[in-house]
């Protein structure tokens, strides 16, 4: 049975559970919290809400690393506080998904525990071993995210285990059908306690070219981590026994997150009739400022690249569907990446929204990116919690890199720029505590917070609540086509959408400076139905005389 496809109509709202709302006053986000802020959340005009992971959880990567898929982390509530959630959830006329992680687990979960023990109990082949070579080292040189090698050696069995992340994070081995069947029967768990949908982590990685091949040594870092899992030999054969198994019994959304997969690939994930996934999250646009260092360097972004990339996925996905997302749990704040924190922290953030969501797709938003948040100054190196910040800190001090140049790659990428509390007015901890905040910033100053943006009525706030109030609007938001038609332009991106009876035309200025701008002949005439600026002075004939980072949206029939 083919569901309804309401996830093309929604615009989902990422919720980080630890950072948004505590309420007991250990520091930790928790469900009560989520709960207490259903209303801000309903008010915004939200439809589908995502969870990143609450189940039970050592916590060695924030929650990625399950240790009980059937249970809820004792730090964010009981599995009766998930009920109710999910209960008021819907009374809020929202949705709920979760993220599923399933290429690895916790090395705590009981399935690896067993597993760990000897080669040949019920667990053995649940994850993926392999004898070492013959000197005693790593079967190849395939390298993790957050450790060197991918491998790590246990005497028991005297094998390795693969692990694509921490090492507390073993790779599941979906080539035994035991694995699946596993898996299956956990996701309709969930679907049948009335879950509306996942956000399925890192699923391009599942399927392993079993005979393991060494990695070319000339691969640059971050293609080097998932070299030989990325959409690998029988990608699609699990997702189209996932979807047969339990997707197609539930009217439910799916989105992948899909590292190292090109827009043909996605094609492939996305097409309704292959029956896999709804959308994917892609990565080409957060990959256009990566230096030496991979992810963690201060190149900044070219607009002609970003253009080029969006426009590929907007142009490829024509029978799938597109999710448009400028930052996550893992992205520093849009606004310092790709607009101007200082001076048009506002406008830029504004011009920003108005770009990713007028195209076509399901548009997500991280918590705080409705206040337009920006990166956060760190005193000390010290002071970042995650994973993969330390790992790159610990790397480039061994580089030898300066203090200075530490700093400032991590301001501009680390994961914990966005992973801080959520504020949500100017009293201690900005009202996300009242104890100690888990992530604790020495003199944390965030730029704005929830409160003051509700009072100021040109906050970036009140112009997402209109932002997504046009898609209800206006049914071309939705299901108009894609057309981009500055290629060439260095400050502007100008795109068109267009269904029968009308047409959008989108216009958005990424400069620091005023810029002159002739709106193409056959476009002109529209009604300014979206501007980042009064509207007054802003024609000049034909010519448009663009502010910083203004954003316009004319309406034409
Ligand atoms: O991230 C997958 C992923 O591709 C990461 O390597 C990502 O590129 C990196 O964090 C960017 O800095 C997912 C989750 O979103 C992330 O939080 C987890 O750490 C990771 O999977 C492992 O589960
Ligand atoms: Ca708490």
């Not at 390298?143 to 005497?155: N, Q, R």
């Not at 892609?282 to 201060?298: E, N, R, T, V």
């Not at 990116?369 to 970042?384: I, M, R």
């Not at 260095?490 to 959008?504: I, K």
Request: charged content about 25%; overall charge negative; some cysteine.
């Amino acid at each position: 049975m083919k569901h309804s496809e309401w996830w093309k109509d929604s615009v989902v709202y990422q919720i980080y559970p630890q950072s948004f709302q505590d309420s007991n006053g250990d520091g930790i986000g928790d469900l009560q919290g989520i709960i207490s802020r259903l209303p801000y959340l309903e008010k915004l005009g939200v439809d589908v809400l995502w969870l990143n992971p609450i189940y039970k959880s050592p916590l060695v990567d924030n929650g990625y690393d399950i240790a009980d898929y059937y249970d809820i982390d004792s730090r964010y509530g009981t599995l009766d506080d998930f009920k109710e959630l999910l209960e008021q959830v819907h009374k809020h006329h929202m949705r709920l998904i979760m993220d599923l992680v399933v290429n690895h687990t916790s090395d705590q979960n009981y399935w690896f525990q067993e597993s760990k023990k000897s080669k040949n109990n019920d667990y053995s082949d649940f994850y993926i071993w392999k004898d070492p070579k013959s000197d005693g080292s790593a079967p190849n040189n395939w390298g993790s995210t957050f450790t060197d090698s991918a491998w790590e050696y246990v005497p028991e069995r005297n094998q390795y285990y693969l692990h694509l992340f921490a090492k507390e994070q073993p790779d599941l081995n979906w080539e035994n059908p035991e694995v699946r069947k596993s898996i299956y029967k956990m996701m309709r768990y969930w679907f049948d306690l009335g879950i509306d949908g996942f956000r399925m982590d890192v699923i391009s990685l599942l399927s392993k070219l079993q005979d393991f091949p060494n990695a070319p040594d000339d691969l640059p870092l971050h293609k080097n981590y998932y070299y030989g899992s990325s959409n690998g030999p029988r990608e699609h054969e699990f997702l189209q026994e996932m979807y047969q198994e339990v997707f197609s019994k539930y009217d439910v959304m799916t989105v992948g997150e899909a590292a190292n997969t090109n827009s043909d690939q996605a094609i492939l994930y996305t097409d309704p009739q292959r029956n896999e996934l709804n959308m994917l999250f892609q990565f080409d646009h957060m990959h256009l400022d990566y230096g030496k260092y991979g992810k963690f360097s201060d190149v900044r972004f070219k607009l002609s690249d970003l253009r080029r990339v969006m426009t590929d996925w907007q142009d490829k996905l024509v029978d799938g569907w597109n999710s448009l997302y400028w930052s996550n749990h893992d992205q520093p704040r849009p606004v310092t990446r790709f607009g101007n924190e200082k001076k048009y922290r506002v406008q830029s953030a504004k011009m920003l929204g108005t770009l990713l969501h007028m195209m076509k797709g399901t548009p997500y938003i991280y918590q705080g990116e409705e206040l337009g948040l920006t990166n956060v100054n760190f005193e000390s190196l010290d002071d970042y919690q995650d994973i993969e910040t330390k790992k790159i800190i610990a790397e480039m001090r061994e580089a030898g890199e300066r203090k200075e140049y530490i700093e400032k790659v991590c301001y501009l990428k680390s994961r914990d720029n966005a992973r801080t509390p959520f504020p949500w007015n100017n009293q201690k901890n900005n009202g996300f505590t009242t104890g100690i905040p888990w992530l604790n910033v020495p003199n944390y100053n965030p730029v704005t917070n929830a409160l003051d943006a509700i009072e100021d009525k040109d906050s970036v706030l009140h112009y997402y609540q209109n932002l997504i109030s046009l898609r209800k609007k206006y049914q071309v938001v939705v299901d108009g086509s894609y057309s981009n038609f500055n290629s060439d332009d260095s400050d502007v991106y100008g795109y068109t959408r267009a269904n029968a009876t009308e047409q959008l035309v989108v216009i958005c200025s990424f400069s620091n400076e005023k810029v002159n701008y002739e709106i193409p002949s056959d476009l002109q005439g529209g009604e300014l139905i979206l501007s980042n600026y009064d509207r007054v002075n802003l024609h000049l004939g034909n010519k448009i005389v663009l502010r910083p980072y203004e954003a316009a949206v004319y309406y034409r029939r």
